[in-house]
Each structure stands twice: as C-alpha cells, then as structure tokens.
C-alpha cells in the first residue's frame, strides 16, 4: 500500500505551536485555546492512527513513518526543552521513536498512541533530567571554547529579537532567569510544568503519562509554579 | 476563608483546569475582590512571562532527525515481528515434536499447497499472455467500475496523462501486467489516485509534471496536498517541484506543514528558481518566526546574490515585534 493513501487529518504538530499561544496572551483565557485545539487535534487523530497503527504493526513502515510525522514535532519540542541541547533532544527523538517502533508490537489501544509516544518520550527525558543532576550540572550552563560559561538554554532564544539589540538584551537575560529557575524543579516538577505551560495538555492526560494520578500531577503543577515564582522573584 | 479558596485555586483558573461550576464561583468572587483579582493580574503575568521566551526546534533540527531516524529504522526490525516469526513457529515445533499425526498433517497440507501454488502460477501466467493482446480502456460515468478503486500494486506505470481542453475530463493511460486506459473526471477517486501515482513513482518526467499539474486543481484534499509535498521535497525535476510549489500556495497560511516544507524547499533546494519562487510564497507569512530565522540564514548564506538581497530586503521591511 502506497504511503500517499494515508490521509493526514490533523498533525499533531500543531499543537505545539507557541508563538500562536504566546501571542494570544492578551486573552482573557490564554491557555483555553491551545487547550481546545490540543485535544481536538489528538481526537481527529486518534480515529485516524488506529488504521496506521494497525497497519505499522503489520510492518509496513511507511504507516509508521506518518505515524512519526504526526507527533514528532512535538515530541522534538518536548525533548529540546527539557535537555536543553540540540544534540541531546535529536539523541531523544531519535531513542524514543525507535523504542515506540520496535515495541508497536506490544501496543494494545488501552491509551491513546499519542499518549504511549509521550510517556516513552518522558521516561527518556526524565532518565536524563536525573542523570544530569547526579552528574551536579545542575543549570543548563556549558563552557565555550575561550572558557567562557553560557546557558544552553540562550542558544535557543528565539529568532524574533529582529533589529533592536536592547529588547534582544532584555529577552535573553529574562531566558536566562528563567531556564535558572526552571532547573531548580525536582525531574518530575519539571515535567508536569513543561507539559502543562508549554504543551497545554490536561492535567489528566499529563497523569496518565507519568502513570500517576490528575490529582498528583495537580499538586506537582502548584509545587513547581511556586518554586517558580519565588526563583524568579528572587531573581529581579 | 473564601479568599484562600480561591487563591488556592487562581493557578488553575489561568489553566483552565477548573470544573464548569468552580469557575463559576471564581469568576463572581473575583469581580467582588479587588485583592483576588490583583492575584489573578499576577498570576497572568506570570503565565505571560514564563511563555516569552520558548525554545523552537529549528526545521533544520526536524529535518535531520527525521533523516537520522529514516536511515535508523532501515536497519531496525520491529520486536512485535520478531515474536511473531520466531516464538510462534517455536510453539508450533514443540507441538509437532509432541505429536507425529499433526506433523504428518502440516506435512501433507504444505505439500499439497506447494503444488496448488505452482498450478495456479502456471495458469495466471498463461493468461496474461493472452491478455496483453486487449488493452483495456476504462470510462467514467458511463460504467459502474470508476468508482472500484485501482489496484496500485498492480500499476507498473504510467504512460500519458491528458486533458481534454475547456472540460475537467481527464484520460490516464497506464500500464499494469497490460496497458491499460482510466478516463475520468477530475472529482474520480480512481482518476485521483492514478494521478497521485503518477506524481510520485513515475520515470518520465513529462507524466509526473502533468499530474502535479492537474492535482493543483483537484479539490483541497489532504492526500493531494500530501503529494505536492512529495513531489516538492523529492522530484528530481525542477519544472515538477516549481508545479508542486504552485500547487501548494493556496495552504501557506493556513497549514504549517506545507509551510515548513516550502520553508525546507528554501534551504535545501539546488535550483534557484525554486527557491525563488518558494521565498515570494513565504513573503505574507514573514512575521513567522521559522520564516524569520530562514531568510536570515538565506540572507548570509545563499548561493544566488538576488536570492539573498531579496532575503534582505524582506528582513529589513519587517515590523518589529512583541
């Protein structure tokens, strides 16, 4: 069966699409909208990855790779935050979907495929999250070749600074602060936060990712936003 | 007491994380407390300033891992395959080692198969032979078998694709084990899969330049979306990729997909005049921050001076954003 007989219905990728989300801050509800799309994009979905997955079971690799196509940006993102580096989000992205291929085999339809990839992609980053804090690098900070400290996270900034140097200055101090007092979070803390903020999941889904409970992951989100605001006011 | 429910709660208000009726009684104790509602100020900030500076995957960055993963499972086996093709026929040993009469049954049963197979193989192809004499010549509309899908296994190619001019009916001649002749109007399923077909698997590019084209005025479907997408990223035409391009257009705005594809187009692209092309579709869309970020590398590093002055000049008309 030829790969073109797939029909993409919604990519998943679209959820994670920030700068939509960030520039309707000016909203009453902000996260509301990303919220919505986020879960109708993962039902349309679902109808439609049954087949794939199916099909990619039966080891036809092409259904795999649209499955891949569907969540890899956001499996991408998810990974890049959370590590901090371009090398090491690609070693996630690369770890975990092979992972998800060579065990499709064992994937039952109990939960839906976009919360299976999740929970294989969170277990990676959490593994790395808590190796990195054993090894003491506790803030995202790596040397340059002159021996210079600079946060990883910096490199990242985005590419919207555009001609004003000041406002470039100011974004990157605030990435900064920020990326300081997000690795100040426990892994798990982290993980909900990032989920949650940046991924506009349900508190539910975020649960059922980290095989834990919607009230757990409550109380972890509360945790890590008021360690989050003390770092950062701390900070000013 | 009221206050620290709802100062409790504020956190999951931003987040919409509260239930219908909980919301309802955040919101009415908010419009009476003046100190709630300067919490709820605060925790929106917050909320605003945590989302400013967000760390984007570049689409150079998806485009390598989806090549590194692409090459990686080339040689990966899936585990599920593996308990199928050994465990199962494990189990099966086991048993016919327990008990002779079953294996004289497989036995029997596999010889038996093996001569039906070589029977039928013997006939088929005889029959072919015979066929090839009648190519077949396939209509819409006026009989029932438009709509029965095309086998595409069965296609070994395709080898003309016309228009009939001022009408939207279309005549696809293709070759399966005979050659054989689809007319049909454009909305035809089996019409649009031949074209699908053709846009990516044909040799002669003149064939894989007509059905891009006339994909472009097939219906917005998602599948012939899929295939300019193809066809742009992989055809080793560029005629047939700038067609794609055109195709592609009418989605720039409106599906992010195609715009990181024409965005990958921009890079990676070996003619200019693609790229070309490519850039004056993004233009509209330049404020986007993956748009931003390639015309500055375009700017730096293009091959083509006008490629990379019209780059500039789009880098310098854009408005400063938040």
């Not at chain 1, 690098?137 to 004003?164: I, K, W």
């Not at chain 1, 349900?202 to 770092?231: D, I, Y």
């Given at each position: 069966?030829?790969?073109?007989?797939?029909?993409?219905?919604?990519?998943?990728?679209?959820?994670?699409?920030?700068?939509?989300?960030?520039?309707?801050?000016?909203?009453?509800?902000?996260?509301?909208?990303?919220?919505?799309?986020?879960?109708?994009?993962?039902?349309?979905?679902?109808?439609?990855?049954t087949?794939?997955?199916?099909?990619?079971?039966?080891?036809?690799?092409?259904?795999?790779?649209?499955?891949?196509?569907?969540?890899?940006?956001?499996?991408?993102?998810?990974?890049?935050?959370?590590?901090?580096?371009?090398?090491?989000?690609?070693?996630?992205?690369?770890?975990?979907?092979?992972k998800?291929?060579?065990?499709?085999?064992?994937?039952?339809?109990?939960?839906?495929f976009?919360?299976?990839?999740?929970?294989?992609?969170?277990?990676?980053?959490?593994?790395?999250?808590?190796?990195?804090?054993?090894?003491?690098?506790?803030?995202?900070?790596?040397?340059?070749?002159?021996?210079?400290?600079?946060?990883?996270?910096?490199?990242?900034?985005?590419?919207?600074?555009?001609?004003?140097?000041?406002?470039?200055?100011?974004?990157?101090?605030?990435g900064?602060?920020?990326?300081?007092?997000?690795s100040?979070?426990t892994?798990?803390?982290?993980?909900?936060?990032?989920?949650?903020?940046?991924?506009?999941?349900?508190?539910?889904?975020?649960?059922?990712?980290?095989?834990?409970?919607?009230?757990?992951?409550?109380?972890?989100?509360?945790?890590?936003?008021?360690?989050?605001?003390?770092?950062?006011?701390?900070?000013? | 007491?009221?206050?620290?429910?709802?100062?409790?709660?504020?956190?999951?208000?931003?987040?919409?994380?509260?239930?219908?009726d909980?919301?309802?009684?955040?919101?009415?104790?908010?419009?009476?407390?003046?100190?709630?509602?300067?919490?709820?100020?605060?925790?929106?900030?917050?909320?605003?300033?945590?989302?400013?500076?967000?760390?984007?995957?570049?689409?150079?960055?998806?485009?390598?891992?989806?090549?590194?993963?692409?090459?990686?499972?080339?040689?990966?086996?899936?585990?599920?395959?593996?308990?199928?093709?050994?465990?199962?026929?494990?189990?099966?040993?086991?048993?016919?080692?327990?008990?002779?009469?079953?294996?004289?049954?497989?036995?029997?049963?596999?010889?038996?198969?093996?001569?039906?197979?070589?029977?039928?193989?013997?006939?088929?192809?005889?029959?072919?032979?015979?066929?090839?004499?009648?190519?077949?010549?396939?209509?819409?509309?006026?009989?029932?078998?438009?709509?029965?899908?095309?086998?595409?296994?069965?296609?070994?190619?395709?080898?003309?694709?016309?228009?009939?001019?001022?009408?939207?009916?279309?005549?696809?001649?293709?070759?399966?084990?005979?050659?054989?002749?689809?007319?049909?109007?454009?909305?035809?399923?089996?019409?649009?899969?031949?074209?699908?077909?053709?846009?990516?698997?044909?040799?002669?590019?003149?064939?894989?330049?007509?059905?891009?084209?006339?994909?472009?005025?097939?219906p917005?479907?998602?599948s012939?979306?899929?295939?300019?997408?193809?066809?742009?990223?992989?055809?080793?035409?560029p005629?047939?990729?700038?067609?794609?391009?055109?195709g592609?257009s009418?989605?720039?705005?409106?599906d992010?997909?195609?715009r990181?594809?024409?965005?990958?187009?921009?890079?990676?692209?070996?003619?200019?005049?693609?790229?070309?092309?490519?850039?004056?579709l993004?233009e509209?869309?330049?404020?986007?921050?993956?748009?931003?970020?390639?015309l500055?590398?375009?700017?730096?590093?293009?091959?083509?001076?006008?490629?990379?002055?019209?780059?500039?000049?789009?880098?310098?008309?854009?408005?400063?954003?938040?």
């Amino acid at each position: 069966m030829p790969a073109d007989s797939y029909a993409i219905a919604n990519p998943v990728g679209e959820i994670s699409r920030p700068r939509q989300t960030a520039h309707s801050s000016g909203n009453r509800n902000p996260t509301l909208y990303s919220d919505m799309r986020g879960s109708l994009a993962a039902q349309g979905n679902r109808i439609d990855d049954t087949s794939l997955i199916r099909e990619a079971q039966q080891g036809n690799r092409a259904a795999f790779e649209v499955l891949v196509r569907h969540y890899d940006q956001s499996v991408l993102r998810l990974a890049l935050h959370l590590t901090g580096s371009e090398s090491d989000a690609q070693d996630v992205y690369q770890e975990a979907f092979l992972k998800a291929y060579k065990n499709l085999g064992s994937f039952r339809f109990e939960c839906s495929f976009y919360t299976w990839i999740y929970r294989i992609v969170t277990n990676l980053c959490l593994d790395h999250l808590r190796k990195r804090n054993v090894r003491k690098e506790d803030a995202p900070v790596a040397v340059d070749a002159s021996g210079e400290e600079y946060s990883r996270l910096e490199q990242f900034a985005d590419a919207r600074s555009g001609a004003n140097p000041e406002r470039d200055l100011m974004r990157r101090e605030l990435g900064r602060k920020i990326g300081a007092a997000l690795s100040r979070l426990t892994p798990r803390e982290r993980m909900v936060f990032e989920l949650k903020h940046y991924h506009g999941l349900k508190l539910r889904t975020v649960g059922e990712m980290l095989n834990t409970t919607e009230e757990t992951a409550k109380n972890t989100l509360f945790r890590a936003t008021q360690k989050l605001r003390g770092a950062l006011a701390e900070m000013r | 007491m009221k206050c620290d429910w709802v100062r409790q709660n504020i956190l999951f208000y931003v987040y919409n994380e509260v239930e219908d009726d909980a919301r309802y009684e955040v919101e009415q104790h908010l419009a009476r407390c003046p100190e709630c509602a300067t919490e709820l100020k605060a925790a929106r900030k917050f909320h605003a300033t945590l989302s400013e500076t967000v760390a984007e995957p570049t689409p150079n960055l998806l485009a390598a891992s989806r090549m590194r993963l692409q090459e990686a499972l080339e040689t990966t086996q899936q585990g599920g395959l593996w308990h199928r093709l050994i465990l199962e026929p494990m189990t099966w040993l086991r048993q016919i080692r327990m008990s002779p009469a079953l294996a004289a049954v497989i036995f029997i049963v596999g010889f038996g198969g093996g001569i039906g197979a070589t029977y039928n193989f013997l006939a088929g192809h005889s029959g072919s032979y015979t066929a090839t004499a009648y190519p077949a010549e396939l209509t819409s509309g006026s009989s029932g078998n438009s709509a029965q899908p095309v086998d595409s296994s069965a296609i070994t190619g395709i080898r003309s694709v016309t228009q009939e001019p001022g009408s939207n009916q279309v005549s696809i001649k293709y070759d399966t084990v005979l050659t054989q002749e689809a007319q049909g109007s454009l909305n035809d399923q089996r019409i649009q899969q031949l074209l699908l077909f053709a846009a990516r698997n044909n040799y002669n590019s003149g064939v894989r330049m007509d059905s891009v084209d006339l994909l472009t005025q097939a219906p917005d479907d998602a599948s012939v979306r899929e295939a300019l997408m193809y066809a742009l990223q992989n055809d080793s035409n560029p005629g047939v990729r700038l067609k794609a391009l055109d195709g592609l257009s009418g989605f720039v705005r409106q599906d992010p997909r195609v715009r990181d594809g024409i965005l990958r187009a921009l890079i990676s692209d070996a003619n200019s005049g693609v790229r070309m092309q490519a850039l004056r579709l993004v233009e509209p869309m330049k404020t986007d921050s993956n748009v931003r970020s390639v015309l500055t590398r375009l700017a730096q590093t293009d091959q083509n001076v006008s490629i990379r002055s019209q780059a500039r000049t789009m880098l310098a008309q854009m408005p400063e954003m938040d």
